[in-house]
């Protein structure tokens, strides 16, 4: 049976319902019939520690301790789960973002976005934020200015493939230009540590499986693939030009998934077409059924076939690149991000529809434009020379991106007052208690206005008693 969310808006980990209630969510997805209600729990912020091998835990990198990285694009999907790991490895984290694609901060609330404020709930530790577009080079200028950063990591971008054909000069601007002046700007700051966020797309058509990092690239299907292809050779010019220039670009394969607490999760203010979003909305029965595009290609089952990784993977991975150029000079170096496993369309279908236990009812139509039959990474390069290597199963991604999916159905409209509110009573505690208890402290510094404008949320610390947005 298929039924619509039609519940009241509901608390992050609470199942939809007035506050408090047991309703579950056999009532709001699609449910395989006769199958065993379990509401989801909130797990403890934790449980992302206990999911990794014990000898990960030892060699936990702690490398950022002292120093501080400029995220830019902190706000959005990636960018919030690399800031989780990031602030756990000991950095002081100052991220920017423009919003052109992540939910931005309320204007009356503490000038933090809420996927930050929701990141600072994970990990009990402060970041600093600025509204920012890096075409506003002077904004960008005065940020630099105001604080003593050490390394980049630069995820803004945008990234949409159909839309980057119908608006290639928006794509080329955006990306392009606000790359070049945040190279520019590093460089009048001396700043020369960059990660920057490629990806796959940049391979085109794999002549060979699975694809190293010596791969043949520039023959990209689309303007946003393009883009990161331009952006990398802009890359390998600059450090052959200035041997200060000590960077590591990723090329991430297909990231899903979200951190285990359901608290961070993708919730793109443009409209998705990448596959788990789409197949989460059919398994809550929001869409009615799942277009497969293309069933005969040359494949296990005429499916397209993907390496996904989990998003708190390849946030683990930007960590073990900072530590990597905070050990050595190598002025430019390229790592794959994947698993190593091409997983069709039919197995991620199955797989989603097991571990959430829902139906999706799905249709194979005609293959999409500009796709690519099979792709999916030798990331044992990043093993080698980073230490660094996958950890979460594919069953685990789903399991993941469902818990957000359902924890929150309407993405980060579900205030992380509430969330702490709910915390906070629960245990018997008023949220400054709560707050307190977790690590905050409640001399909070409300989120300034700049000259022009932007906020910048102080050290990050919670505001009480005026309200999150
Ligand atoms: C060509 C290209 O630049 N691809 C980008 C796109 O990868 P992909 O196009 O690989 O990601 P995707 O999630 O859109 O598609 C994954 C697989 O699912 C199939 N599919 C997808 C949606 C759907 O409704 N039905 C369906 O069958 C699709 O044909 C493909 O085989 O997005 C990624 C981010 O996640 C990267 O940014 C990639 O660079």
């Known amino acids: 049976m298929l039924l619509r969310n039609t519940a009241q808006p509901q608390l992050p980990g609470q199942p ?4 408090g209630s047991t309703v579950d969510s056999t009532r709001w ?8 209600s379990e509401p989801w729990i909130v797990p403890a912020p934790d449980v992302l520690e206990r999911r990794r091998s014990k000898e990960w835990l030892e060699a936990r990198d702690m490398s950022g301790a002292g120093l501080t990285v400029l995220v830019t694009g902190g706000a959005g999907y990636i960018g919030s789960h690399c800031t989780v790991e990031l602030l756990q490895a000991g950095y002081a984290v100052i991220a920017l973002d423009n919003f052109v694609n992540s939910v931005p901060s309320a204007p009356s609330g503490s ?7 929701r990141v600072q709930l994970i990990t009990g530790k402060e970041l600093t934020f600025y509204e920012c577009d890096l075409l506003d080079k002077t904004r960008l200028q005065q940020i630099f200015q105001e604080h003593k950063i050490d390394c980049v990591i630069h995820f803004a971008a945008i990234k949409a493939v159909g839309e980057s054909m119908q608006f290639p000069l928006l794509y080329y601007k955006n990306n392009l230009i606000a790359t070049i002046n945040l190279l520019e700007v590093m460089e009048a700051h001396n700043v020369y540590q960059l990660v920057f966020s490629s990806s796959c797309t940049v391979y085109g058509n794999p002549e060979s499986l699975p694809i190293t990092e010596s791969h043949p690239t520039g023959d990209v299907t689309n303007v946003y693939g393009r883009t990161k292809h331009f952006i990398e050779g802009m890359l390998k010019d600059i450090s052959a030009a200035n041997s200060k220039w000590n960077i590591i670009a990723l090329r991430y394969f297909n990231p899903v998934g979200a951190h285990p607490t359901g608290l961070i999760g993708e919730d793109p ?14 398994a809550m029965g929001n869409k009615p059924h799942l277009t497969i595009f293309g069933g005969d290609y040359d494949t296990v089952d005429g499916t397209g076939v993907r390496d996904y990784i989990h998003v708190m993977d390849l946030a683990s991975g930007h960590v073990a690149a900072l530590s990597k150029l905070h050990k050595d000079h190598q002025r430019i170096r390229i790592y794959n991000l994947g698993t190593g496993k091409g997983v069709s369309v039919l197995q991620l279908l199955k797989i989603f529809e097991a571990v959430t236990d829902t139906e999706i009812p799905f249709k194979i139509c005609s293959r ?13 390069l990043a093993e080698k020379e980073l230490g660094w290597k ?9 399991k993941d991106f469902w818990r957000w999916q359902t924890m929150n159905p309407d993405g980060y409209r579900s205030s992380v007052e509430n969330s702490v509110s709910r915390k906070a009573s629960q245990n018997g505690h008023t949220v400054t208690e709560h707050l ?6 409640d001399n909070s510094v409300p989120a300034k206005s700049s000259q ?4 910048q949320h102080t050290n990050g610390k919670i505001p009480m008693g005026n309200g999150h947005s």
């Open 269 to 282: 203010t443009k409209e998705f077409t990448n596959i788990m979003p789409y197949m989460a909305q059919v």
């Open 436 to 441: 307190k208890k977790n690590g905050h402290s």
């Open 368 to 380: 999409r434009d500009g796709d690519i039959v099979s792709m999916y990474a030798n990331a044992s």
């Open 390 to 398: 996958s950890q979460f199963t594919l069953p685990q991604m789903c």
């Open 452 to 455: 022009n404008g932007h906020h």
């Open 111 to 117: 000038g933090l976005p809420p996927s930050l404020q």
């Open 16 to 19: 939809p319902g007035p506050p």
């Open 29 to 36: 997805c699609n449910r395989r019939s006769g199958a065993a």
